[in-house]
């Protein structure tokens, strides 16, 4: 217990905990402030944020649940490989040979499944508590973002299974590009500005005319590279502006606690 | 802003003075303090259009990393249309025609081309074996005389004709002529539509009665 108390006050323990745990106000808002993990969290919490009939946690959980999504993705990196030859291969492999390998395609599948649903349910319950109201206009609209990519990202990772479901679900949901105004080959006023099958908005999106190899892959850099850093951006945004637009949101009658 | 301050003054003093004798309004505005000068505008300051060494270099070195932005924009746009398709060519020959029986559908080509060819007593049409509902493949069913989806149960007639289940249109129809060795030559890119009355051109339908 001595030897504890000599290295809480050595320079090393120090300069990493700056501050002792003693109960204070101070010290519990400067435990917040001065911590890298923790200062996008706010210094206090008022005490209608911890009732959970209010805002449901449905925002918390799906942050949890894309939090699980890239530590389970990542794992699942090692072991897939993003090409015709061995997408399909490499799945299976992970499903039956390796090592808490359908653990990991489990959960990541689910909580994929779970991240839709919980970003649907907690856009419903910033509808139905009037949370999208000013000064909360902005992040409403960056959620409207998030929920995009995130469908986005449901959908890209559809097709990393290379199965028969996988590639039909996306050639008929890649077909809908065909039709985009402007830029789909048979879309309004596409023909008219020269799009065709092979330099449209689709043909961009599958790299190629069809759903094949390259898709694959294009299918793979977004889902794993592109789309997350993209949403993890407008998180600290949605997520910075919640702090800024007042906090938490509560019931009226106790917005002033 | 100042002739506001003053107007308000000036009802203030004369409302003030009520139903008495009338006054001469009372100035007391203190004349406003002036602004610093970041606050100011700037008065017959061209600002970066003033010519001097810094203000082109400036301009020039703003310009330099706005093109290099958009040249690299614009690459890296141009990067994701792939110049080479590494896909089976569209245009491919299907063997003689002899070899077709008449009202034979022939789906010796659907797996590789997505093409069926389909003889009939006057000739031969290549249908594209796409549905035109959401692109998926149909299959077909030669005791029904019908082609049909598997995806959302849409039905074509052997014509390539729509006639149940969501498919808004007909099959395309592939271009279909004779090579020089006497094969059939098949090119699909090549479509032709019946929504835009395209099936009675030349290559929608071979005439051949051999």
Redo the contacts between chains.
Sequence with gaps: MALMEQFKKSEFYKSIFRHSYQDTQRNRALQIVDNVFLHLHPVRVPRHATNIGFTWGMGGITFLLFLVLTITGVILMFYYRPTAQYAYEDMKYLMNDVPFGPLMRNMHRWAAHAMVLTVMLHMFRVFLTGSYKPPRQFNWMVGVILLVLTLLLSFSGYLLPWDQLAI?AV??GT?MARATPLLGHEGPFGPELGMRI??DVR??LL????V???TLLRFYVGHCIFLPLIAVIFMAVHFWRVRKDGGISGPESKKNF | MSDQTTENVQKDTSSSGGAGPKTTPVISQTPLPRKPKQDRPADQDPGIWRTNRRNVLAVTGWMGFLGFIIISTVGALRYMFPRVLFEPPTKFKAGFPQDFMIGEVSEKYKDEKRVWIVREKEGFYALISICTHLGCTPRWLPGDNKFKCPCHGSGFYRTGVNFEGPAPRPLERAFIGIADDGQLQIDRSVKFLYEKNEWGRIGSFLPYTG
């Design positions: 039909w050639t008929v077909n092979d330099n043909f961009v790299g190629g005319t069809e094949g190899p390259p």
